[in-house]
């Protein structure tokens, strides 16, 4: 069982940036691909970034992409998300996910049903 701890949520506002963390319990951190979810009020949870387990692969949904930088520190089992020039678009709740994709080491994972945990999330509220 992975447990997932985001932090760095917050309120900023537009053209602004924040730095959110994900702590991960697993010391078999470097198995899992990992990625950065959001959720806005009354809409489904989507994709914002991912990254393989290893060659540091990233995926970017279109919306972030040249935004947002995911990173990732195996020797501190985290997982980073690195967000500049913020627009209030970008306000929603913040998850980030690990996936264990066996031995499709550089790959990402980009849909929900394909992590396998969770973490309880962070508020990024990003004022106009």
């Known amino acids: 069982q992975v447990q997932l701890v985001e932090s760095g949520g917050g309120l900023v506002q537009a053209g602004g940036s924040l730095r959110l963390s994900c702590a991960a319990s697993?010391?078999?951190?470097?198995?899992?691909?990992m990625g950065w979810f959001r959720q806005a009020p009354g809409k489904e949870r989507v994709a914002v970034a991912a990254i393989s387990r290893i060659y540091a692969n990233t995926y970017y949904a279109d919306y972030v992409k040249g935004r947002f930088t995911i990173s990732r520190d195996n020797a501190k089992n985290t997982v980073y998300l690195q967000m500049n020039s913020l627009k209030p678009e970008d306000t929603a709740v913040y998850y980030c996910?690990?996936?264990?994709?066996?031995?499709?080491?550089?790959?990402?994972?980009?849909?929900?049903?394909?992590?396998?945990?969770w973490g309880q999330g962070t508020q990024v509220t990003v004022s106009s």
């Open positions: 697993e010391r078999t951190f470097s198995n899992y691909a």
């Open positions: 996910a690990a996936a264990d994709l066996g031995q499709r080491y550089g790959s990402v994972a980009t849909t929900t049903r394909e992590y396998n945990y």
